[in-house]
């Protein structure tokens, strides 16, 4: 006859059993939790889903670019991240730090050091610039935002739209082709209306 004592760590050892057991039969079936995209059809190979993710690409002289997603998918093979729901800060802890991308889906090319916005982004710097972009790239070791298609700036008085934008985050310069733009005038300080 069993002690009683012994009753609840047998029950866990029938529970690591079943685990055990149930871990090791063969399936082709991939959980996903409930309401999250499907898995991606680029990169194949083995993947990592993640739910709310916080990715940093550290630099030596101690900045960092930072993406914040609802989800993502590490790919080990092509040293990729594909996230949704994402929010990229770009040279934090740097001297030009404050700019800060969002978009619905983004795809980060660990390698190349380029982050793909395939759904257009919008973009902010604390110093009043702002834009929204069609499908875009951050181009990480250039530090430029690159967008071939239709782009829209603002900023302190001015509004530009354009295509083909390519904005250097550190050096603070904009390029477009094929502009049109809407200045207001600055309304300076002590002025009355």
Known sequence: MMNLRLLPWAAMALLVLVLAAWSSLPTNVVAVPAGEPGPETAGGG????????????????????RLDANGAVYRYAS????????????GEGAAFAGTTVRAPRAAWDLDGKTIGLSEGCRAAQKDGWKGEFSAATVDLAGT???????????????????????WEWVEGKITMESTSSRLSPAKAPGRKG
């Open 79 to 90: 040293r990729t991240v594909s996230a949704w729901g994402v929010t990229v800060f770009l």
């Open 144 to 166: 430029v935002l690159r967008v071939r298609g239709p782009a829209r700036i603002e900023g302190p008085g001015v509004s530009v739209q354009g295509k083909n934008l390519a």
């Open 46 to 65: 083995p993947e990592i889903r993640l739910g709310p993710v916080d990715v940093r690409e550290l630099h030596d002289g101690g900045s960092w670019n």
